[in-house]
């Protein structure tokens, strides 16, 4: 892992709400602090409603985690692009986050219950 980011495993349940629904909820997140960035809490897949996903054409590089690839919510209150991102296959030294999603908590809501 690069030594400017640092992940761990914080304790309790987490959960992702957009428009009134629930996109995420698991006690199984990790977080993930960047040199001053804010800390970013990222979700396991099997614990997101992917059904309310949708990938975009959207992507970014960065160059400690590798390509990021994004999706936008698609409820029954209208769509939010861009709402989350995932490192489909990150780099080496970021492994851990394979098969995590991360959401911009501007864009919705993400809490610890």
Do not use: Q
């Not at 977080?31 to 990938?55: H, N, Q």
């Not at 780099?91 to 809501?109: C, E, P, Q, R, S």
Request: with cysteine.
């Amino acid at each position: 892992m690069t030594e400017h980011i640092k992940i761990r495993e914080p304790k309790g349940t987490w959960t992702v709400r957009a428009k009134g629904a629930v996109l995420a909820e698991s006690s199984n997140v990790l977080e993930l602090t960047e040199g001053d960035y804010p800390s970013v809490i990222y979700f396991p897949r099997d614990d997101v409603g992917m059904a309310f996903l949708e990938k975009t054409d959207s992507s970014t590089v960065c160059p400690h985690k590798g390509a990021a690839t994004y999706y936008a919510f698609h409820g029954k209150s209208g769509i939010v692009p861009d709402v989350a991102w995932s490192y489909e296959t990150p780099l080496d030294a970021m492994a851990a986050i394979t098969g995590y999603l991360a959401f911009f908590g501007g864009k919705v809501t993400i809490e610890e219950l």
